[in-house]
C-alpha cells in the first residue's frame, strides 16, 4: 500500500458496520417470518395443530446446544483476537459440533413431521413453521461452512487481521442465529408445548 | 432433463410476441455486432464491464434504465393504444397478451427502470459530493450491478422464452397461485425481483456505509448535501423494506413450486397476508424512487436559482421524517381488504400526515426560487414541471387517502392517474433532471439544450395529456387493466390518452436525437472546468469527466455548499503541491461471475431446471469461499500522473471559469445592466 494521504477509513470497520446493516435486513426477514407465523398459527387445515407435534426434549437439546455454541464461538473468537491458534481451532471445532449435532436434531424433527404426514404441504401452519424453522436452520448450515472456511484460513496462514475482521463478522452472524432461536423457542415451541 | 422448458416455450402463438422476441434478441444482437464491429469488446471489459469505479458503475446503471425504459414504454403504448379501440371490439391484443403486457410494464418501471436509475445516479454522484474515493465496496457494487441487470435480463428473455406473468406488478394471489396460473410467467416475475432485489439489498448497505464512514473530513451530517442525505434515507428504505419482498417473493414460490399453503384458496392460505407483505416493501419503495429525485431537484433548483436552498435544515428533517413515516401507511394500498373502520382511519391519517413534509420540501424549493437568479435551462424546467404537477398528485392522494372516497376509487383508473402522477414527475422527471444536470461531470459534454427543450415540452404535454382523461375516467368508473369495454362514453377520452401516450414518445425520440446531436457536437457543448452551471456542491470539484481517483487530496469540508465556499475565496482552483500516489481496488470479473451465475439460478428455477439450479447455487457458494482465499489485488497511480491531471484541470478550469472569485459574477453583470432609474 502506497497511500500517502493519510487513510481516514478503517476497512475492518467498515465491513463490519455493513456486515451489521446486513444483520438488521436479515433481522426483518426473520420477524417478517415470525409475523407470518402468529398469522398462520390457528390455519390448521383439520391437520396437526402445535400442540400435537413438537417434542419436549428434542427441543430442548437444541436451545442447549444452539445457546453453548453461542458460548463457545465467543470464546473462539477471543482466542483468534489473541492469535492463539490451537485454542480458536479447538472452540470453533467444539461450536461445529454443537452446531451439528443441532442440525442433526432439527432435520430428524423435519423428517418424522413429513413422515406422519405433518409436511409444510399440509396446511398454511405447518408452511409457516417449516418455513421459518428452515430459514433458521439454512441460516445455522451457512454458519457451519463458515466456520469450515475460517479453520482452512487458519491452518494455512498465521492469523491476520484479515482473518481477525471475518471472525467478527462470523461471531455477530452467529449470535444472531442465537437470538432468533430464542424468539422460535418463545414463539413457537413454547406455546405449542404448554398449551 | 430441462424441466418445464420445451419448444412449446417459443412465442409462436401470437404474431405480436414473436415481433416483440425478435425485437428483443434482434436487439441484443445488433449491440453485440456492433461491439465486435468496432473491435471494442476488449475496451469495454477492461474500462467498463469489470470496472469497480462507482463513476462507471453508476453509467451502466443509467444505460440499463433507459433500455428498460424503452421495454417498458412499449408496453404503455400498446396498452394505451388497445384501450383507445377496444370500444365493443377485442382491440388488437388478445387478454392474455394485454395481461402480459400491463405486468410487465408495472414491473420493468418500478424494479428495472426507476430502480437502476436512481442506482445509477446516486452511485455516479454520491461519492462526488461527500468528497470520498469510492464507494465503502466498490467489488460488491459491482457485484450489484449485474444481479440488477439479471433479473432485467429474466424479464426480457420471458419474452422469447415463455410468457410473463399475467397477474400485475404486484402479483396478488390466488390468481398468481398455480392454481389459475400454471404457467411460467409468475415463476419469471418472482425470480427476477427476487435476484434483482439481492442485489439492491447490497447497494442499500454500500450507499449508508459509505455515507456513514467515508465523509471528507469536516463534511459534518448538516453539511452534506441535500442529494447526499436523500440517498441515505432511501439506502435505509432499501435496506429494512426489501426483505419484505423476498419474503413476499419467496413465499409465492414455495407456494407454487413446493405446495405449501401460504396463500392459497386451500389448506388454510392466507391472500390477503401477502398483500400486507408485498405492500410493506412497496409502500416504502414509492419513497426509495421519490426521495433521490427530490435530492436531484433540491440540487438542481439552488444552482439554478443562483441561491443557497431555503432552508437546508428543514430540508433534512422532512427528508428522514418521510423516511420514517414510509413505514407506517401501507394498509392504504388495500383499504378495501376490510381491515375495519379503526384501522382504516389511522391508516388514513399517517397518509394525510405524510404529504405534511412533502408539503414543507414543496414550499422550500418555491422559496428558493422566490427572489433568486433563475436559469431556465432543461434542469430547471424538469424542476419546475414537477413541482406542478406532483402538487396536483399529491392533492389526489390525499384524497384517495380518505377511506370512503378510496371504496369508490379502488382499482379504477382514477388510482392509475394518481399514481403516474406522483412516480413520473416525481421521480421520473427528477431522473431527467438529474441525467442533464450530471450529463457533462460523466462525459466532459453538456447535452443540446434545444432538443432538451423539446423533448421536455413533449414529455409534459404528453403527460397531461395521458393521465389527465385517466382522473375523469375514474370517476366515470371505468375499472383499472380492461382488456375491452362497452362504454361510448369513456372512449374519446381513452383516445385523448393515447395522443397522450404518443406524445410521450415525441419526447423519448427527442432525447434519443439530443443524444445524438451531443455527441456530434461535442466539441461546441464541451466542459472544461468542471463546472459548467456554477454549481455548489463538491462534485463539481473536479475535472470533466472526474479521475478514477476522484480527488488528488481529499477536501477540507468547512460549511455546506463546499465548492461555492472555494469559489467565493477564490481558492477553488489553487494549485496543490502535495499531491501523493493513490492506490485503487483493480478491476474483477467477479460482478460477471455472480450476474450470470443468478441469472441462469433464476431461469432454471422459473423451468424447474433444479440441478442446473443447485449447481449455480453451488458454484455461487464455491466462488465465494474461494475469493475469500484471495487478495485483493489494487492498481497504484503515480503521484506524477495525479499531479499532471490535477494541474491540466485546473490549468484549463482556470482559463475557463468566469466564477471563481466571484460566483455571483453573472447575476452582478446582469444587474449592472439594468438602466440607474
Known amino acids: 500500500m502506497s497511500e500517502v494521504d493519510t487513510k481516514a477509513h478503517d476497512e475492518a470497520e467498515e465491513k463490519a458496520y455493513g456486515f451489521w446493516l446486513f444483520l438488521m435486513s436479515d433481522a426483518i426477514l426473520f420477524s417478517l417470518l415470525f409475523a407470518t407465523y402468529a398469522i398462520m398459527v390457528t390455519a390448521t387445515d383439520n391437520g396437526p395443530a402445535r400442540t400435537e407435534i413438537f417434542g419436549y426434549w428434542r427441543t430442548a437439546a437444541n436451545t442447549a446446544l444452539l445457546l453453548s455454541s453461542s458460548l463457545t464461538m465467543g470464546l473462539a473468537s477471543i482466542a483468534i483476537c489473541e492469535a492463539r491458534k490451537a485454542a480458536a481451532f479447538q472452540w470453533i471445532i467444539v461450536t461445529m459440533i454443537l452446531a451439528l449435532a443441532f442440525l442433526v436434531l432439527e432435520i430428524q424433527e423435519f423428517a418424522g413431521l413429513v413422515a406422519q404426514g405433518a409436511g409444510p404441504d399440509r396446511s398454511g401452519f405447518l408452511s409457516a413453521y417449516f418455513t421459518l424453522v428452515g430459514t433458521h436452520g439454512a441460516h445455522v448450515t451457512v454458519g457451519l461452512i463458515w466456520m469450515a472456511v475460517l479453520c482452512l484460513h487458519l491452518a494455512m496462514a498465521p492469523i491476520g487481521p484479515a482473518v481477525q475482521s471475518a471472525t467478527e463478522r462470523l461471531t455477530m452472524f452467529w449470535h444472531l442465529v442465537g437470538i432468533v432461536w430464542i424468539g422460535i423457542y418463545s414463539m413457537v415451541y413454547l406455546p405449542g408445548l404448554y398449551q | 432433463m430441462f424441466g418445464r422448458l420445451t419448444e412449446d416455450a417459443l ?11 425478435a425485437v428483443t434478441v434482434g436487439g441484443g444482437l445488433f449491440v453485440l455486432a456492433v461491439v465486435l464491429w468496432t473491435r471494442s469488446l476488449l475496451y469495454l471489459w477492461r474500462n467498463w464491464l469489470t470496472s469497480v469505479d462507482h463513476k462507471r458503475i453508476g453509467i451502466m446503471y443509467v444505460v440499463v434504465a433507459l433500455v428498460m425504459l424503452l421495454r417498458g414504454f412499449v408496453d404503455a403504448l400498446m396498452m394505451r393504444a388497445q384501450q383507445a379501440m377496444a370500444m365493443n371490439s377485442g382491440g388488437y391484443l388478445p387478454p392474455e397478451h394485454f395481461d402480459q403486457i400491463f405486468s410487465s410494464h408495472g414491473t420493468i418501471m418500478i424494479l428495472f427502470m426507476a430502480m437502476p436509475f436512481l442506482t445509477g445516479l446516486i452511485n455516479f454522484v454520491m461519492p462526488l459530493q461527500i468528497g470520498a474515493r469510492d464507494v465503502a465496496f466498490p467489488r460488491l457494487n459491482l457485484i450489484s450491478l449485474y444481479l440488477t441487470a439479471a433479473g432485467a435480463g429474466l424479464v426480457l428473455i420471458s419474452l422469447v422464452i415463455g410468457k410473463f406473468s399475467t397477474a400485475g406488478w404486484t402479483g396478488y394471489p390466488p390468481f398468481s397461485e398455480t392454481e389459475f396460473s400454471p404457467g411460467v410467467g409468475v415463476d419469471y416475475w418472482i425470480w427476477a425481483l427476487i435476484v434483482s432485489g439481492v442485489g439492491t439489498t447490497l447497494t442499500g448497505i454500500n450507499f449508508i456505509t459509505t455515507i456513514v464512514k467515508r465523509r471528507a473530513p469536516g463534511m459534518t451530517w448538516m453539511r452534506l448535501p441535500l442529494f447526499a442525505w436523500t440517498a441515505l434515507c432511501a439506502s435505509i428504505l432499501i435496506v429494512f423494506a426489501f426483505p419484505a419482498l423476498t419474503v413476499a417473493g419467496a413465499m409465492l414460490a414455495l407456494d407454487r413450486s413446493a405446495g405449501f399453503h401460504f396463500f392459497t384458496n386451500d389448506g388454510g392460505g392466507n391472500a390477503m397476508h401477502f398483500a400486507n407483505i408485498l405492500w410493506m416493501w412497496g409502500h416504502p419503495e414509492v419513497y426509495i424512487l421519490i426521495l433521490p429525485a427530490f435530492g436531484v431537484f433540491s440540487e438542481i433548483v439552488a444552482t439554478f436559482s443562483s441561491k443557497r436552498l431555503f432552508a437546508y435544515n428543514s430540508l433534512v428533517f422532512a427528508t428522514v421524517v418521510i423516511a420514517l413515516l414510509a413505514f407506517t401507511t401501507w394498509l392504504h394500498h388495500f383499504f378495501t381488504m376490510g381491515a375495519g373502520a379503526s384501522v382504516n382511519t389511522a391508516f388514513g391519517i399517517t397518509t394525510m400526515i405524510i404529504a405534511v413534509p412533502t408539503g414543507v420540501k414543496v414550499f422550500d424549493w418555491l422559496m428558493t426560487m422566490y427572489r433568486g437568479r433563475i436559469r431556465y435551462q432543461t434542469p430547471m424546467l424538469w424542476t419546475v414541471a414537477f413541482l406542478v404537477t406532483f402538487t396536483i398528485g399529491g392533492m389526489s392522494g390525499v384524497l384517495l387517502a380518505v377511506p370512503a372516497v378510496d371504496y369508490t376509487l379502488h382499482n379504477t383508473t382514477f388510482l ?44 409534459v404535454t404528453g403527460f397531461y395529456l395521458a393521465f389527465m382523461p385517466l382522473y375523469a375516467l375514474g370517476l366515470m368508473g371505468m375499472v383499472r387493466r380492461l382488456q375491452h369495454y362497452d362504454n361510448p362514453d369513456w372512449q374519446p377520452y381513452l383516445i385523448v390518452a393515447a395522443i397522450g401516450a404518443a406524445s410521450v414518445l415525441c419526447g423519448i425520440i427527442c432525447m434519443a436525437i439530443q443524444l445524438w446531436v451531443s455527441i456530434r457536437d461535442r466539441e461546441r457543448l464541451a466542459d472544461t472546468t468542471g463546472d459548467p452551471w456554477n454549481a455548489r456542491t463538491l462534485e463539481w470539484y473536479s475535472s470533466s469527466p472526474p479521475p478514477a481517483w476522484n480527488f488528488a487530496r481529499l477536501p477540507q469540508i468547512k460549511g455546506t455548499d463546499a465548492f461555492w465556499r472555494l469559489k467565493e475565496r477564490g481558492e477553488a482552483y489553487r494549485e496543490d503541491e502535495n499531491v501523493g500516489a493513490i492506490s485503487l481496488p483493480a478491476h474483477s470479473n467477479d460482478g460477471i461471475v455472480y450476474g450470470a451465475l443468478a441469472f441462469v439460478f433464476g431461469f432454471s428455477m422459473v423451468w424447474h431446471i433444479y440441478w442446473l439450479a443447485l449447481l449455480c447455487f453451488g458454484a455461487i457458494a464455491a466462488h465465494l469461499i474461494v475469493s475469500s482465499f484471495r487478495h485483493p489485488t489494487e492498481d497504484v497511480i503515480p503521484a506524477d500522473e495525479v499531479a499532471r491531471h490535477e494541474h491540466d484541470w485546473k490549468t484549463a478550469a482556470r482559463a475557463g471559469s468566469r466564477y471563481d472569485g466571484d460566483p455571483l459574477c453573472d447575476y452582478r453583470t446582469a444587474l449592472r445592466k439594468v438602466p440607474a432609474q
Request: no cysteine.
Open chain 2, 11 to 21: 412465442p409462436l402463438y401470437s404474431e405480436i410476441a414473436m415481433a416483440g422476441a
Open chain 2, 416 to 459: 392509475v392517474a394518481h399514481f403516474h402522477n406522483m412516480v413520473i414527475p416525481g421521480a421520473l422527471f427528477g431522473f431527467f433532471a438529474g441525467y442533464v444536470y450530471w450529463f457533462p461531470k460523466a462525459f466532459g459534454f453538456r447535452l443540446d439544450e434545444r432538443w432538451g427543450k423539446r423533448a421536455f415540452w413533449f414529455w
